[in-house]
């Protein structure tokens, strides 16, 4: 167990609505990272946050959108979905204060099917 | 925009054999790097990671060497199993805390 926790596992939803991905982060975390991970393919950095402020930027479409919240947990929300939408994302997160902050954590992730 | 690459993408070695897989960066503030390994339908997992300040690692059957002046980094994984067969991905990380993935190496050991 990473200690990185994300809901929900497993979410099937239709073309056009909007969901969210929520990720609580390991104790004491500052930084939050979300991956995307379509069939076959490698780890897409979406964005990062670091103590509520987004700090980097990938490659999140605009109808995507992320925040972190004072208790550090952070939302992912996936709007207008497409079938392209449908992978697996990742939470990930790490604590730079310490010197072994330098791993990431990743959670399980969320399985989302865009039908 | 940093870079990170990684070769070969496919890799197929027999039972008892090494592997090599080699991550290029791009930005040279890059101060950490790990290696982790994704088994199919689980999370990314940190097997080795080396800092700057270290030329070699090793941890029983893996290893990694950094040559930060020409910017790359490798994963030596000796008398390979098949339960080494996964997807390996490096991650270079700044010290301003950015992580790029790099694509993926996909490891077949066979029996």
């Known amino acids: 167990d990473s200690g990185v926790t994300q809901t929900p596992k497993h979410l099937i939803t239709a073309t056009g609505q909007r969901v969210t991905l929520r990720c609580s982060p390991r104790?004491?975390?500052?930084?939050v990272y979300w991956y995307q991970q379509s069939l076959d393919q490698g780890l897409q950095f979406l964005i990062q946050?670091?103590?509520?402020?987004?700090?980097a930027k990938g490659n999140i479409l605009e109808r995507f959108s992320a925040q972190q919240f004072p208790d550090l947990h952070s939302e992912l929300n996936l709007s207008s979905l497409e079938l392209g939408d449908s992978a697996l994302y990742f939470c990930?997160?790490?604590?730079?204060?310490?010197?072994?902050?330098?791993?990431?954590?990743f959670g399980e992730g969320s399985w989302l099917t865009v039908v | 925009g940093e870079n990170v690459e990684q070769h070969p993408s496919t890799l197929s070695v027999q039972e008892g054999d090494s592997a090599v897989i080699k991550c290029t960066y791009s930005?040279?503030?890059?101060?950490?790097f790990p290696w982790y390994k994704q088994e199919l339908g689980k999370r990314p997992q940190l097997i080795i990671d080396i800092r700057s300040n270290v030329g070699e690692k090793k941890d029983q059957r893996i290893a990694v060497t950094l040559n930060k002046t020409a910017k790359h980094f490798s994963l030596h994984i000796t008398e390979t199993q098949p339960e080494d067969s996964a997807v390996y991905f490096c991650a270079p990380k700044t010290s301003y805390d950015k992580v790029i993935f790099g694509p993926g190496t996909s490891l077949s050991v066979i029996p």
């Open positions: 930005d040279s503030a890059s101060n950490y």
């Open positions: 990930a997160s790490t604590n730079s204060r310490r010197l072994s902050g330098n791993t990431i954590y």
């Open positions: 946050y670091y103590n509520g402020e987004e700090r």
């Open positions: 104790s004491g975390d500052l930084s």
